[in-house]
C-alpha cells in the first residue's frame, strides 16, 4: 500500500467508533452518502446493517436500492410502501393547517423525515436492533428531524450519524471511499446538486445552487413544465373537500395517494409550483432550496378559498397567527413533540366545517381562485349585497366607526398639542 493510500484510509475511518452496535437499522436510499454509509457501519463498528427505504412516492429508485443494498452487505433490507400513510397522516394534515414556512415552503421534505423514522424505529423493534443510522449532514435540518422523532418514538435508542463522527470531509471524499470499495457511484458534473424526492414535491440543493445569485439549471426542474413553455390555454379544476381534506378533482372522488397524483400532473403541465428560496435552518445558517410542490400548491390555494366561506373570522386569525408556529415546528423536527400535537388537534377541530368546492384556473405557473361554494358558507348575499335589503341598517355603522376612531382622534389631538381643548364625543339621544 502506497503512502498515498495510506493517508486516505486514515481519513476514512474514525479510530474507534464513538457509540457502540452491534446491529444497525440505516435509513437508506441508495444514493451516495448512504452507500457510502452502510460499509462504513460494517468496517468501524462491524455492526450488521438492515437497509430501510421508505417508498413515499419518489419513483423505481425504492426497488432498486433494496438490490443494491443487499450487494452492498447489508444482512436484510426492506423498501416499505408508506405512500398512503404519508398522504393521509402527514400531507393532508400540513395542508389543513395551512402552513408555510416563511412564506414560501410547503414543507415537503420536513414532514416526511418523521414518517421514515417511525418506520425505522418499528424495523429497528422487529430486528431486534440496537441502533439506526441516517445520512443526514451535520450542518442539515434533516438530522434533527430523524433524531428527534427517533427519540420522542423510542426515548432508549442509539442513533448514529457518520457525518458527524467520520473523518470523510465532503463528496469528493464519499467518492473516493466508495469507488475504492466498488460500491457504484451516481454522482455527475452535469448534475452536482443534492435531489430528494417524494410523492408530494421534489428539493434541490446543494453543488451549483449553493450561489444564490445563479439561477437553477432550466434541466433541472423535473415535476413542472417550464412556465413560458406551458399550454397557452388556460385549465379550469374543481377540487372539493371534506373537514378539511381534498377528496375529488373536477368531480371525481379518489384515495388520497390517487388524488395527490392527480394534482401533481394537472399542476406540473401547467408550471405550477415551483418555489427558490434562502431559508433559515434550524441549525442557525441560511440555505438555498429549490423546491417544486405542483399538486400540493394547486391544493393549497383551493383549501384557502373553502376556508375564505366556511371559517369564522375570529376562528380564521387565530389560525393564520399560530401558523407560523406550526410550520416552525414541522420544519424543525418537532413533530411528534406536545406542542405540535396539540395544536394539530386545535386545527382539526376547527377544520370540521370547511366542506365544499374551490374552482381554480391553471396558466403558465399561476394558480388563479374563480369560484368557491360549500353547504357551510357563513358568506350571505343578502347580508353583503349593495342593493336594498333587510337584515342591515347602514346607519348602525356611523356609532360603530366612532367607537373604533376614538382612540385615533385621541392621538392625534395629543400630537397636535391642543389638550387642552377637551374631545368633543356626539352624545346620541332618543
Known amino acids: 500500500m502506497s503512502a498515498q493510500q495510506a493517508a486516505h484510509g486514515a481519513r476514512n475511518r474514525a479510530a474507534t467508533p464513538i457509540k457502540k452496535a452491534q446491529k444497525v437499522v440505516l435509513a437508506y436510499s441508495g444514493g451516495l452518502d448512504t452507500s457510502v454509509i452502510l460499509a462504513w457501519l460494517r468496517e468501524v463498528y462491524g455492526a450488521e446493517v438492515v437497509a430501510f427505504t421508505a417508498d413515499i412516492g ?22 416499505v410502501d408508506l405512500q398512503r400513510e404519508f398522504v393521509q397522516d402527514f400531507v393532508f394534515p400540513v395542508l389543513r393547517s395551512g402552513a408555510l414556512y416563511e412564506g414560501y415552503y410547503l414543507l415537503g421534505t420536513s414532514f416526511a423525515r418523521p414518517l421514515i423514522a417511525k418506520k425505522m424505529v418499528e424495523i429497528a423493534e422487529a430486528e431486534g436492533a440496537d441502533a439506526v443510522a441516517h445520512g443526514a449532514t451535520g450542518k442539515g435540518n434533516d438530522q434533527v428531524r430523524f433524531e428527534l422523532s427517533a427519540y420522542a418514538l423510542k426515548p432508549d435508542i442509539t442513533v448514529i450519524a457518520p457525518w458527524r463522527e467520520w473523518t470523510l470531509r465532503g463528496r469528493e471524499d464519499c467518492v473516493r471511499y466508495a469507488r475504492e470499495r466498488g460500491i457504484p457511484v451516481g454522482v455527475t458534473k452535469e448534475k452536482p446538486y443534492s435531489v430528494d424526492a417524494n410523492l408530494y414535491h421534489i428539493s434541490y440543493e446543494g453543488g451549483i445552487l449553493e450561489d444564490p445569485w445563479a439561477a437553477p439549471p432550466k434541466d433541472m426542474w423535473r415535476l413542472t413544465t417550464d412556465p413560458i413553455a406551458a399550454p397557452d390555454t388556460p385549465e379550469t379544476v374543481e377540487v372539493t373537500f371534506e373537514a378539511g381534506d381534498p377528496v375529488a378533482i373536477n368531480g371525481e372522488r379518489l384515495d388520497p395517494v390517487a388524488l395527490l397524483r392527480r394534482a401533481n400532473d394537472l399542476g406540473g403541465k401547467h408550471g405550477v409550483g415551483r418555489v427558490d428560496i434562502v431559508e433559515n435552518r434550524f441549525v442557525g445558517m441560511k440555505s438555498r432550496g429549490c423546491y417544486e410542490t405542483p399538486g400540493g400548491t394547486l391544493l393549497f390555494h383551493a383549501h384557502r378559498a373553502v376556508e375564505s366561506l366556511t371559517l369564522d373570522r375570529q376562528v380564521m386569525q387565530l389560525r393564520d397567527e399560530l401558523m407560523p408556529k406550526y410550520a416552525g415546528m414541522v420544519y424543525n423536527g418537532f413533530w411528534f413533540a406536545p406542542e405540535r400535537v396539540a395544536l394539530q388537534g386545535f386545527i382539526d377541530e376547527i377544520q370540521k366545517p370547511v366542506t365544499g368546492t374551490a374552482r381554480l384556473e391553471l396558466y403558465k405557473g399561476s394558480v388563479t381562485i374563480t369560484g368557491r361554494k360549500s353547504p357551510n358558507s357563513f358568506y350571505r348575499q343578502d347580508v353583503v349585497t349593495f342593493e336594498e335589503d333587510a337584515v342591515y341598517d347602514q346607519a348602525d355603522a356611523d356609532g360603530f366607526i366612532k367607537l373604533n376612531a376614538l382612540r385615533l382622534r385621541i392621538a392625534a389631538q395629543l400630537a397636535a398639542k391642543t389638550t387642552a381643548a377637551p374631545l368633543k364625543i356626539p352624545q346620541y339621544t332618543e
Open 58 to 79: 419518489q419513483g423505481e429508485e425504492v426497488a432498486e436500492a433494496k438490490e443494491k443494498a443487499l450487494r452492498t452487505g447489508a444482512v436484510q433490507a426492506y423498501a
